[in-house]
């Protein structure tokens, strides 16, 4: 499959250019909208004892600047093209070694070992009518077991009000953020993954999601979830029960439960949540291309075999900054860990914003695989 997407995309847009009268396609072209930013990102690392590259004492900062164009609409047809550039700005030790290259920073940014580097974000042709959306191209995917940015073609149908019909056909997917950056990886090989999910609306608050993925001679996902969304005079509530399997072709096969409950009130939201993986393989290969389950800045043990997390978030907006607080406790086999996370932002005007965030993990001592952690993040972005 490898090339085939960029190949349709290519004959798709020869076909809608040719369509179109020149002067249409000016318009639309001129009528476009430009946005991006400027971002700048900085993160340390402290551990209790140094577990391969990736669990080190680091600290670096990292500037990145992120360009966006969409055209306006033709003929239900628009393309959007965007792109980001990063450059490590400090590293505490540029001759570190880590696993993707040289330099502190060189784990989180790379692509054949350079932590310089610009890459595609968005490069898509869109076709959208009141029922229809459909993308060809590099997009950003953020449903179950697909996330981050993909070479994809997507197709999210309403064939009646409470429907919703769901296909996703994908064969790379990045990383291209302003705290990561991950050089493309082939999905199975040559041959991709292939995704189709049904949503129905059962009521206003009640919501019913099937859906399976099959990665060709390799291994099939099934999973289903409900989720609940009320709200009762000033108090909301809802949950999510969301259950998956995996059928491996090689491997055992995975399982996974997600229970999730959540009330807010006056600005404040608490939620509880369990998450229970299968014996023998855990998640399986489910989590391969990304996963909409994990709620860590780490959450390192949450998709292996035998482990069972229980977790409380707490919430709240005040004035212009927004508080989350995070901790759960992991028991994997004979372990157990803990992870406490915090995350805090603020807009200090229409275009600037900041964030910081605080990740400190406990892990059971008898399991030498990973070192304790503390992690401080701080990121601030200009958007234009």
């Known amino acids: ?32 909208k430009i946005s991006g930013d400027v971002t700048v990102t900085y993160e340390s690392r402290n551990v209790d004892r140094q577990v391969g590259a990736y669990y ?34 400090w590293q505490d030790d540029s001759q570190f070694i880590t696993s993707h290259g040289k330099g502190d920073a060189s784990e989180r940014f790379y692509e054949d070992g350079s932590n310089k ?32 940015y993909h070479d994809a073609v997507t197709a999210m149908i309403t064939p009646f009000d409470k429907a919703q019909i769901e296909m996703i056909y994908s064969s790379k997917r990045y990383r291209v953020d302003p705290r990561e950056f991950f050089s493309a990886t082939d999905i199975n090989g040559n041959d991709g993954i292939y995704k189709l999910g049904l949503s129905y609306n059962i009521t206003d608050a009640i919501k019913a999601k099937a859906y399976t993925l099959i990665a060709p001679d390799n291994y099939d996902i099934y999973g289903g979830k409900v989720n609940l969304d009320s709200k009762i005079n000033d108090i909301g509530f809802g949950g999510l029960a969301h259950y998956m399997e995996t059928r491996e072709n090689i491997a055992a096969d995975g399982k996974m439960v997600e229970l999730v409950g959540y009330a807010s009130y006056a600005g404040y939201k608490a939620t509880i949540g369990y998450v229970k ?25 949450m998709y292996v075999k035998d482990a069972r997390t229980t977790y409380l978030m707490l919430s709240k907006t005040i ?33 600037l914003s900041g964030s910081l965030g605080l990740a400190i993990t406990n892990e059971d001592k008898n399991d030498g695989s990973v070192p304790d952690l503390t992690q401080l993040n701080a990121t601030l972005a200009y958007k234009f």
Request: charged share 20%; hydrophobic share 40%; proline share 1%.
């Open 277 to 301: 993986t299968g014996k023998e393989n855990g998640w399986g290969s489910a989590a391969n291309y990304g996963d909409t389950v994990v709620p860590f800045e780490e959450g390192d043990h």
């Open 56 to 89: 080190a004492d680091t600290a670096y900062s990292v500037g990145s600047i992120g360009l966006n164009y969409e055209t306006a609409k033709f003929y239900n047809f628009s393309a959007n093209v965007g792109m980001r550039a990063y450059q490590a700005l």
């Open 319 to 351: 004035a212009d900054i927004s508080l989350t607080g995070l901790y759960g406790v992991t028991k994997y086999g004979q372990f157990s860990k803990d992870e406490f996370d915090i995350w805090a932002s603020y807009k200090f005007s229409k275009n």
């Open 1 to 32: 499959m490898k090339g085939r997407l960029s190949l349709v995309v290519l004959m798709v847009l020869s076909g809608v250019v040719s369509a179109l009268n020149a002067d249409e396609l000016s318009e639309s072209l001129k009528n476009g």
């Open 117 to 148: 580097h610009m890459e595609l974000a968005n490069a898509y042709l869109a076709y959208t009518t009141k029922n229809i959306l459909v993308k060809a191209g590099r997009q950003e995917l953020s449903t179950e077991w697909l996330t981050k």
